[in-house]
């Protein structure tokens, strides 16, 4: 490792005489936090284990003051690179802070710190009869805050909305070191502009959250899951729509391609005919007696549209877990089956699923690579994992994910769904940021962050690198 610069070392002998034994310069704690699931990585100098607010305040005083880079990091589960140390600087790890504070169970709020692990607080709301509905597919492992600053999604999207539906109101430090509390306890509130909209989605940049106040709603009394196969892609999107259109609300609806498929297919209850069949995942929940109206109509919009198996419906909490494994697993087995794996998470107008999926051959052919598709059908959301079996591959497949992208906007969609910009997406921004709107965002984040230390880098493409080929 190279030796610190002499202004790094006097910054690091400042830090431990602040922060102590909290501070973390040794090689094995740095490697640790220095990368996340976007395959990147980025050493920080150092890293602050925080386990308060006055300790986040400190070193954001200190960072300000100083002119070091602090780079805020929960868990590590994200995909885009945002909590890497892009620029050097010090890793703020919240991970420590780790307590539900509070569950009202009359005002069905949940307050807590950024590091609570996201299954942890469903699993402590459903105890008194609760539901903290956002599901990322991370939930085991990811935490509150970081879903916060990504505005994480999943599943149940469809029908309960994504993290920034829930958050009420949050403390945040500044990049300053001020401490502000945004937003309210309250379900409504139209004071002064809404600063917890803005904080919820910055990935980091423009404050670091240190508390939460979440929404939390009476828990489903019963839900149950239909998985549907159907011979090819298109033929699953036409009967997705059509439950959505003919008065269905699913709380989740979910679709695996051919090629995944094949990849979880023994993880299945039954063989799967046909090399183009397609897998839908179908989840209805609320009163005992709506899910059995809802999967009754679901299972017949999908007999009539051609599925070729119906897996009986799920209706206990191990049936569905394991039908939805099958749905989990499949990112692992990509990444385990090909050398060069680059995941994508655009989104598109529901009804331009088909559409989107229809155009992807023909990248597949012009790039000599493969391209594993699954997503969140009710929202558009469409995960392409863009693989190929060859190292030397890789300037291809990325080649091929920006083109995806094109695609995507191309048919009204956007970039990302839910994984967020961070380093990884920072240099597509402007295909669909326009050049105003850019400099709108840039200019909200330099009044915050005058010094430019909190997260630098992330979201925004280097100043003169927007102008996208």
């Keep these: 490792m190279p030796q610190p610069q002499p202004r790094t070392t006097e910054i690091l002998a400042l830090l431990r005489r602040e922060f102590g034994a909290d501070l973390i310069t040794d090689a094995e ?153 945004a937003g309210a306890n309250t379900r409504k509130g139209v004071v002064g502009y809404d600063l917890t909209r803005l904080l919820v989605g910055s990935e980091g940049t423009l404050g670091v959250i240190t508390e939460l106040t979440l929404k939390l709603i009476p828990h489903p009394r019963a839900a149950a899951c239909v998985a549907a196969v159907f011979a090819d892609l298109n033929a699953a999107m036409r009967a997705i729509i059509s439950v959505m259109t003919r008065g269905h609300l699913p709380s989740a609806m979910e679709f695996l391609d051919a090629r995944c498929l094949k990849l979880v297919g023994d993880l299945l209850p039954f063989s799967v005919a046909g090399e183009q069949s397609a897998l839908v995942l179908i989840e209805s929940d609320g009163d005992p007696d709506q899910v059995r109206r809802e999967v009754a109509g679901i299972e017949a919009i999908c007999r009539e549209l051609g599925a070729t198996n119906i897996l009986p419906p799920a209706t206990t909490d191990e049936g569905r877990e394991a039908v939805w494994a099958v749905r989990r697993s499949v990112s692992t087995r ?85 994984h967020g910009i961070g380093l990884v997406k920072r240099g597509l921004l402007p295909l669909e940021i326009g050049p105003v709107s850019l400099r709108v965002q840039r200019g909200i984040k330099a009044l915050l962050d005058p010094q430019n230390v909190l997260n630098p880098g992330k979201i925004f493409p280097p100043e003169g690198a927007e102008d996208i080929p």
């Design 29 to 181: 704690g740095l490697l640790a936090r220095s990368r996340d699931e976007s395959g990147l990585v980025r050493p920080p100098v150092a890293v602050l284990l925080a386990r308060s607010e006055a300790q986040v305040a400190r070193l954001m005083t200190l960072a300000n003051k100083n002119g070091f880079p602090v780079i805020p990091r929960g868990a590590g589960t994200g995909l885009a690179g945002g909590c890497l140390a892009g620029k050097g600087g010090v890793v703020l790890d919240l991970a420590a802070m780790n307590r539900i504070l509070a569950i009202d169970t009359q005002s069905l709020t949940a307050t807590v710190q950024p590091g609570v692990i996201t299954a942890d607080l469903r699993d402590a709301a459903k105890a008194v009869g609760l539901f903290y509905p956002p599901d990322p597919a991370s939930l085991a492992t990811s935490t509150i805050g970081g879903n916060a600053a990504t505005n994480a999604g999943g599943p149940a999207c469809v029908k309960y909305g994504t993290t920034r539906d829930y958050v009420l109101g949050l403390t945040a430090v500044l990049p300053t070191g001020e401490v502000i509390r």
């Design 334 to 418: 990509i990444h385990e089956d090909c050398a060069v794996y680059i995941p994508e998470d655009i989104a598109v107008p529901i009804g331009r699923i088909a559409d989107m999926v229809a155009a992807l051959p023909e990248v597949e052919e012009r790039f000599g690579i493969t391209i594993f598709v699954f997503g969140h059908a009710g929202d558009g959301n469409i995960h392409l994992n863009l693989t190929a079996q060859d190292e030397a591959l890789r300037p291809k497949v990325e080649a091929a994910a920006v083109d995806c992208v094109r695609l995507a906007l191309k048919l009204g969609g956007t970039i990302s769904g839910e």
